[in-house]
């Protein structure tokens, strides 16, 4: 009597959909994160509302540092009149002060911008929970 001896078979997990499925999330996460908006990083006061961004503004940023950002660019209080005057006074300007600035700095940035002609100017702040 013959014993028939049964074929031993590879057995093993097909990783071809959890590769497919790693590929697509990492597309995914670099096409997300690319288009994700450079800011400076500021940690803004709170309050009650916060205006609405429908119209066209040039963000300036006021570090706790004393640093001047224009977008993305540091600028220093002496270059913002070329700045205005190259935007426009008709552009609505918003100031995304750090809440650890110096008073007297975002005072002055206010006031420089308002000797320039600047009537729309406004303040970023993070709204209240």
């Keep these: 009597m013959g014993r028939k001896r049964l074929k031993e078979e590879d057995v093993g997990i097909d990783l071809t959909p959890l590769i497919d499925i790693i590929l697509q ?24 509302s916060s205006p ?19 977008d993305k660019e540091v600028v220093s209080l002496s270059e913002l009149p070329k700045r205005v005057e ?15 600035a110096e008073y007297g700095k975002v005072v002055a940035l206010i006031s ?8 729309r100017l406004g303040l970023v702040v993070e709204p209240e929970h």
Aim: glycine share 10%.
């Design 86 to 100: 190259t935007t426009g006074i008709e552009v609505k300007y918003l100031i995304r002060g750090d809440k650890g």
């Design 112 to 119: 420089e911008l308002k000797k320039m002609g600047v009537r």
């Design 52 to 70: 609405s961004n429908e119209e066209r503004v040039v963000v300036i940023t006021l570090t706790k540092g004393g640093d001047i950002y224009w």
């Design 25 to 48: 999330l990492i597309v995914f996460f670099v096409l997300t994160t690319a288009f994700v908006p450079f800011l400076v990083n500021v940690e803004l006061p709170k309050a009650l």
